[in-house]
């Protein structure tokens, strides 16, 4: 991506407003095309970075398809190989120059051209292909389990300090008496009451005793 002299102007000043907002930028520099005298206006500042953004838009928009159609190209001469074996390997090394991930088709399609008979430079030019293939494809693969197992981890669950260590907490002892201080009574558990035993005058009253017969013949 390249930028013009104005679009570095501005893209300068927006650089020294973000780190420096409580500083005014001054004018753009002598080395840029515009002058000092030439400086734009707020509102000009204001529209040059707007263009500007919508730029950078249209570049990153580009580069998306741009990506897109070269591996569509790979996947073509990957399924036309091993006539398109030139094409292939020249494509593959440059989207893997652009970082892309090798996949297990294309891995499976450089061994079969690394076994096809070849000159000596073709083969180790495919020998070091493979290689570097197989190996961004096994850093891929770690990083991607790594960050599973960093997503699937156990978490401890936070809690209040004390409520973890105990979780019935016992109340703290009473201070003992002090020196010259009688020990406090404890208070005797409540016991449930026991039912009372009758006296022999409530069972028997002294109206209902029966009388004898020689004292019933005396009163006579």
């Known amino acids: 991506m390249a930028f013009s ?6 893209l300068r000043r927006a650089l020294a407003e973000v780190l420096h907002p409580s500083r005014r930028p001054g004018p753009p520099a002598a080395s840029t095309a515009l002058s000092p005298a030439a400086a734009p206006r707020p509102a000009e500042y204001v529209q040059d970075c707007l263009r500007l953004a919508e730029a950078l838009d249209e570049a990153v928009h580009e580069a998306g398809r741009l990506r897109a159609f070269l591996l569509d190209e790979l996947v073509r001469y990957r399924q036309a190989l091993p006539g398109s074996a030139a094409g292939y390997l020249e494509r593959l090394t440059a989207a893997l120059a652009a970082g892309y991930v090798p996949r297990a088709d294309d891995l499976a399609a450089l061994r079969r051209l690394r076994a096809l008979p070849c000159g000596p430079a073709e083969s180790r030019r495919r020998a070091v292909l ?3 293939s197989e190996t961004l494809a096994e850093n891929d693969v770690r990083l991607r389990l790594e960050a599973h197992m960093t997503m699937t981890a156990p978490r401890r669950l936070l809690t209040l300090p004390g409520l973890a260590d105990e979780p019935n907490p016992k109340p703290a002892p009473k201070p003992g008496p002090g020196p010259g201080q009688a020990p406090e009574e404890k208070p005797k558990p ?3 009451d026991k039912p009372r035993t009758p006296t022999p ?13 020689d004292q019933a013949a005396r009163s006579a």
Do not use: C, G
Request: net charge positive.
């Open 5 to 10: 002299a104005n679009e570095l102007s501005v």
């Open 130 to 132: 493979l290689r570097r």
């Open 190 to 192: 409540a016991t449930p």
């Open 201 to 213: 005058a409530e069972i028997w009253p002294p109206h209902r005793r029966t009388r004898k017969p």
